[in-house]
Nanobody, 127 residues
Framework: QAQLVESGGGSVQAGGSLRLSCAAAEYINSRYSMGWFRRAPEKEREAIAVIDYNGITNYAHSVRGRFTISKDNAANTLYLQMNYLKPEDTAVYYC?????????????????????WGQGTQVTVSS
């Protein structure tokens, strides 16, 4: 069983919206903090949105006010609602999970220390 599986990526015009989903394996439960990351072409992967085990969220400046991270604990699924998309949002989007991590720490937490990762889903925004 895959640990984290992303879905919902696709192509959209600038100004449009997409919602990404990340289905987690049963053992990645509500005590885990989770985050969304992205890797744009020729750039390093960056953390853009996190939600901790208390439900507290934190966002990178580049997406704050446009993207919303949420989690359905009953369905064990993480979401990323992306509105007002821009061409610079084009990237492969990944979800990740880590135990016992606060939202205030998570954006800057070393990516090598996140325990679980999904395979990624492509988002392409055209102008």
């Amino acid at each position: 069983q895959a640990q984290l599986v992303e879905s919902g990526g696709g192509s959209v015009q600038a100004g449009g919206s997409l919602r990404l989903s990340c289905a987690a394996a049963e053992y990645i439960n509500s005590r885990y903090s989770m985050g969304w990351f992205r890797r744009a072409p020729e750039k390093e992967r960056e953390a853009i949105a996190v939600i901790d085990y208390n439900g507290i969220t934190n966002y990178a400046h580049s997406v704050r006010g446009r993207f919303t991270i949420s989690k359905d604990n009953a369905a064990n699924t993480l979401y990323l609602q992306m509105n007002y998309l821009k061409p610079e949002d084009t990237a492969v989007y990944y979800c990740a999970a880590e135990d016992d991590l606060l939202a205030s720490q998570a954006l800057a937490w070393p990516q090598t220390l996140w325990t679980f990762w999904g395979q990624g889903t492509q988002v392409t925004v055209s102008s």
